[in-house]
């Protein structure tokens, strides 16, 4: 953890992120500089091919575990009784300045999602929480719940058709397979909520998120479809809706004496971790589009009018007056980090390699399936597969193929989303993989967009931590002055005919080889 303020005197906002290998914090001045940064790793439990989920206590224990580790840094800046140390017992700021008068002002919440987390009527799981559409579960519901409301009216009602990112099959699923659990269910959160629910006792749940509960909320009337929730989640209680940028409630004394913020600490509602990452980095007017590089790729396209297509996820912005068409690809950090793994090479030993492999790693094209895919193909079956490979080829070739194939993924989601109406005008990155160059250039070059990278790319932690500045300030901060511009990323002309090569290689590898992929996960189910 590090501390970097400079500063005798500010106010401060707290941002945590639960996100799906780490939990992240941030302590940010209320001009938008990081003060001090903390972070915990964990892994999702995986019992069976399709499943993700984990033990949502480990949330909670991992925001408090940040939460006492970042205000302790605070309160070690301000000195032992809360006042400002003179030079013998200052904290050093990054410029080796004093730090004083630091003072928590609200805390931002932000989590993966959407999940599905089913507690008692004392709050205690029913169950480990269901993770979002990288758990493929519940397709079985998926087809029948299509079957009976119609997936026409499925479109209409709740934006989006069925698919493993919907959570409300999630919770059919666990009605239909683990009726024990069900029957003690009483609420329904996600990582962001729960967290909202620990800190202030508050039940309330972002439209956000809401919108991605399908088909339980109805997205032009920006409430809960009651016919469809009495129907799909009897028994629990659908939680309040706000807007992420709402306050939730304050600290209560109990959740002070864990975590050591201050009992009556504003906190804000919160929403689902790409979309307070695009808040962080300000792509989330119309016409923006986040690309947030973690784990898994997401896409968030901003506009003012609800676009419908069956192959993307139709939502409500973070904002109210606007709406998102997203996608999102089921690797992208989790392939690089497996041929990590796998080669026994740091990044950058492998970086450079895939830098000298240049443009189509050698003759190699790479389905980047390797936990199905998600947008635009929603296929839980689909699988990795690498073509192209000999002898003469090496781990660098693999490491530009698995980089290309990300960019590949992305293109193929952005002409959906262009397809169906989305007007892209500004293309903004974010997350851990903006800190490299050469993914970022290979996506600008696949793709033709260009790409800014702003100052800071700390991600959903960030934005949670603006909302709740924006939240409990009386002039709200401009993402632009916290966090601009650093870096614009143009694609290179003298690559685009080779990629555009590619990319139909790409589209014409998935359809010749689908069905031996369902085949082999078919397979891979049954324990072959």
Known sequence: MSFTSEEFSMRCTLGVDVGTSSTKGVLVADDGRVLATASVSHDVDRPQPGWVEMDARVWWDEFTQLSRELLGALRQAQG???????PEGAAQGAEGEETQDIELVGVGVSGMGPCVLLVDEDDEPVRPAILYGVDTRSMAQVERMTRELGADEITRVGGSSLTSQAAGCKVAWVADEEPEAFARARRLFMPASWLARKLTGAYVLDHQSASQTTPLYDIEAEAWHAPWWERYAPGIVPPELRWAGEV?????????????????????????????????VGAHEPGDLMLMYGTTMFLIATGEETLRTPSMWTTVGAFEGTRNLAGGLATSGALTTWLKDLTGADYPTLLGEAADSGVGARGLVMLPYFAGERTPILDPDARGAIAGLTLTHTRGDLYRAALEATALGVRHNVETMRAAGADIRRIVAVGGGTQGSLWLQVVSDVTGLVQEVPRTTIGASYGAAFLAATATS???????????????????????????????????????????????????????
């Not at 032992?80 to 003179?86: C, E, I, N, S, T």
Request: aromatic share 8%; no cysteine; glycine share 10%.
């Open 248 to 280: 939730a409630g304050t600290v209560t004394h109990a959740a002070s004496a864990a975590t050591g913020i201050p009992p009556g600490t504003p906190v804000i509602t919160g929403t689902i971790d790409a979309w307070t990452e695009a808040v962080s």
């Open 80 to 86: 032992p009784d809360g006042a400002a140390q003179g």
């Open 474 to 528: 009386q002039t709200p901060p401009r993402i632009g002055d916290w966090n601009p511009v650093e870096t614009t990323i143009h694609p290179d002309p003298a690559h685009a005919a080779g990629y555009d090569a590619l990319f139909d290689r790409y589209l014409r590898f998935y359809t010749s080889t689908k069905d031996i992929a369902h085949e082999l996960a078919a397979a891979q189910r049954e324990g072959v």
